[in-house]
T-cell receptor, first 113, second 115 residues
Framework: DTGVSQDPRHKITKRGQNVTFRCDPI?????LYWYRQTLGQGPEFLTY????????KSRLLSDRFSAERPKGSFSTLEIQRTEQGDSAMYLC???????????FGQGTRLTVV | AQTVTQSQPEMSVQEAETVTLSCTYD???????LFWYKQPPSRQMILVIR??????QNATENRFSVNFQKAAKSFSLKISDSQLGDAAMYFC????????????FGTGTSLTVIP
């Protein structure tokens, strides 16, 4: 386990379809984050898990978005009824303890057509 | 709310020269962490350097160093002896101390290294 992995790397979907992304954090990391990044912008926070508990959600995370982290290991991010505005890079990151830096995955690029 | 500002959307530097990327942040906290991340065209973000707010000494990692001015809420990154592989987007990020959950990112600076 050398880093954070995300699957798939790319996803093209039709508007209105549901999509699910997976993130496998670094195994000993208890904290997991989801961010969204659009072209030319910095990552925007979506949600945060400490172990299996989802402790914080951004207002950006509408009711079409749901994230889980069962058993405090991998995490999934689901987007229901996708819209063109959902097109972005979805980044997952993990960290260990207070003050630890976040380690990022390569991201999942979502294109909604 | 915490905000991070990077006022230089693009910067360029000649190979082997030195460049400084600017970052300012706004917070009312006294305990926090600051980071510089690099995002090459492959898009995976990697940590360049981190600074704990309680430390007065500026962090240094090989050719990378920071100028941390806590009172001015400024956190600039200096890259010495620039190399072609340094070309990337650079993001400044802030995280609160013990109760901090999320990282706040700036909008990034695109660095071009000219051979």
């Amino acid at each position: 386990d050398t880093g954070v992995s995300q699957d798939p790397r790319h996803k093209i979907t039709k508007r209105g379809q549901n999509v699910t992304f997976r993130c496998d954090p670094i195994s000993e990391h208890n904290r997991l984050y989801w961010y969204r990044q659009t072209l030319g912008q910095g990552p925007e926070f979506l949600t945060y898990f400490q172990n299996e508990a989802q402790l914080e959600k951004s207002r950006l995370l509408s009711d079409r978005f749901s994230a889980e982290r069962p058993k405090g290991s991998f995490s999934t991010l689901e987007i229901q009824r996708t819209e063109q505005g959902d097109s972005a890079m979805y980044l997952c990151a993990s960290s260990l303890g207070w003050g630890g830096e976040a380690f990022f995955g390569q991201g999942t690029r979502l294109t909604v057509v | 709310a915490q905000t991070v500002t990077q006022s230089q959307p693009e910067m360029s530097v000649q190979e082997a020269e030195t460049v400084t990327l600017s970052c300012t942040y706004d917070t009312s906290e006294s305990d926090y962490y600051l980071f510089w991340y690099k995002q090459p065209p492959s898009r995976q973000m990697i940590l360049v350097i981190r600074q704990e707010a309680y430390k007065q000494q500026n962090a240094t990692e090989n050719r990378f160093s920071v100028n941390f001015q806590k009172a001015a809420k400024s956190f600039s990154l200096k890259i010495s002896d620039s190399q072609l592989g340094d070309a990337a987007m650079y993001f400044c990020a802030y995280r609160r101390g013990n109760t901090g959950n999320q990282f706040y990112f700036g909008t990034g600076t695109s660095l071009t290294v000219i051979p």
